[in-house]
């Protein structure tokens, strides 16, 4: 059966809605607020189309400020969720930084991210703003959803109708009538969660003229009742599904293949610990399952797990992630869970479900001793011990906060004692090592976008999230000359932020060489 753009849509939502810290089908229900405020006020169907899909790629781009957001308040989650209840203005953001960065952490540490947050947080959320958007656009075009109409509506993610916006580059009636109508939705959503209709009327009312359309806040309190009856249906997701105006766009083999390329880089974008990590494990998969002789089916169902495999990583912090000492038994216990999550966000539709039970497995072990459901070689396929030994290898040539990279070397010995030790199957082993060791050799240079060799390499060091000026140090070349590199990779590739930069980076195999 075609899976359709609204259910891979739909599918990803999930997974931003646990990245951002709010429950489930949030961005759902923004989707059916949105779409359903937008017959009230009378809209075309080709706004409701672009106001539906906007809805569901609203955050899609929250990677790209996760480390920033991190660095400022320490839990980026939980600074996820208490952000959106506030206005993106200066004043505000101030304020919130003052009151929760480093919220829970002892005192000298709270300092550390105060400091920080008071000196980079606002101009880093300007960046991130920036990069959110562009990234959204990425996504959309990657599956086929490149309308001029959806572009420019995406790029206004953070703007405002006051001109008080990020990055202020429209305002009033020259903002997208799809954006105006995710604005209002996205913010109602989450105040009817918190208050009922009344919490929703006081907020689009103090707002209104200032972050959203006026005229379109007026058909909302209006209407209320109405608009909202609709989140209220048994399933959410089926109601979004059956909901999408116009008729339901089908992807095509390259577009899904595209879509889920770039759910495997919105998962990496998060950590610069796993930049590139799932396109490469599953260019390792695949190589092992040709050399296992398995059929051109399975590989590609075995590639596509890969690529969604750590999806579920979303839902754990930063915090935890990128700890640099051990971890405590409570926390062991929230990554245990993640794979967990991956099955789940990818279980609602039919004909993704499949692949995302295969996902979950990478982290179970023939000895019954991994995670989350602890299976043992009795239920695991070959497939799962394929995908379980290219994560292994992969993860440990990948440098962690809490320790090195290992070289190729070390990773091989590596696979080779725990298949010893009865936890990975020795065939899968040897089929990753195989292809590990030819890759490592043959892989060259590429050089997209006719960048120079040069550039790549300030784009390599770019990626690894180094300044200007220590890239300057390391290439032994001036800032202003780093700079003036850093600008050209932006007009050759098209981007204007870091973290599109990166992403370019991971989507050519520019990472990790």
């Not at 505000?92 to 920080?116: D, T, W």
């Amino acid at each position: 059966m075609p899976l359709h753009v609204s259910e891979l849509l739909a599918a990803l939502s999930l997974a931003t809605d646990l990245g951002t810290g709010h429950p489930l089908e949030r961005a759902l229900r923004t989707c059916l607020i949105a779409v359903r405020l937008g017959e009230a006020a009378q809209l075309n169907e080709a706004i409701l189309k672009d106001a539906y899909h906007v809805a569901l790629l609203r955050f899609v781009g929250c990677t790209a400020d996760m480390q920033a957001l991190s660095a400022t308040f320490g839990d980026e989650q939980a600074a996820q969720a208490r952000v959106h209840r506030i206005e993106l203005v200066p004043e505000q953001m101030i304020a919130e930084i003052i009151r929760h960065a480093g919220y829970g952490e002892a005192l000298p540490k709270r300092m550390q991210h105060l400091v920080y947050g008071l000196a980079y947080g606002i101009m880093e959320a300007r960046e991130a703003a920036v990069a959110h958007c562009e990234i959204a656009q990425h996504v959309a075009s990657a599956i086929g959803l490149d309308s001029d109409s959806l572009r420019t509506a995406l790029s206004q993610i953070y703007e405002r109708w006051d001109r008080r916006g990020i990055p202020g580059a429209a305002h009033g009636e020259a903002l997208s009538p799809a954006i105006r109508l995710v604005h209002l939705a996205q913010d109602s959503e989450l105040y009817y969660r918190i208050g009922g209709q009344e919490a929703v009327l006081e907020i689009v009312r103090k707002r209104a003229g200032g972050a959203y359309d006026p005229h379109l806040a007026e058909i909302l309190c209006d209407q209320i009742a109405n608009i909202f009856e609709v989140v209220e249906q048994d399933s959410v997701w089926d109601t979004v599904i059956a909901s999408e105006p116009r008729d339901p766009l089908l992807l095509s083999d390259i577009q899904l293949d595209e879509g889920v390329q770039a759910i495997a880089d919105f998962t990496d974008l998060r950590s610069a610990y796993t930049y590139g990590h799932s396109r490469t494990v599953a260019d390792l998969a695949a190589g092992a399952a040709n050399l296992h002789g398995i059929s051109k089916k399975e590989i590609n169902h075995l590639r596509y797990a890969a690529l969604i495999h750590d999806v579920g990583r979303v839902a754990i912090s930063l915090k935890i992630w990128d700890k640099n000492t051990a971890l405590t038994s409570a926390e062991w216990e929230r990554v245990r869970l993640y794979p967990y999550y991956t099955e789940r966000i990818f279980s609602r539709c039919p004909q993704l479900a499949e692949i995302g039970s295969l996902a979950s497995l990478h982290r179970e072990r023939l000895d019954g001793s991994g995670y989350h459901r602890g299976l043992d070689a009795r239920m695991l396929s070959p497939l799962a011990c394929l995908l379980a030994a290219a994560d292994v290898y992969q993860s440990k040539i990948e440098e962690r906060a809490y320790r090195p990279a290992l070289t190729p070397e070390q990773s091989i010995d590596e696979l080779k004692q725990q298949a010893r030790a009865g936890k990975l199957d020795s065939a899968a082993v040897q089929s990753v090592i195989d292809v590990a060791s030819g890759t490592a050799s043959t892989r060259r240079h590429e050089s997209p976008a006719g960048l120079s060799d040069r550039e790549i390499e300030v784009l390599q060091l770019m990626a690894r999230g180094l300044s200007t000026r220590k890239i300057a140090e390391i290439l032994t070349i001036s800032p202003k000359t780093a700079d003036h590199h850093i600008q050209h990779i932006y007009n050759k590739i098209g981007i204007s932020t870091r973290a599109a930069a990166t992403l370019f980076a991971i989507q050519h195999h520019l990472v990790g060489l």
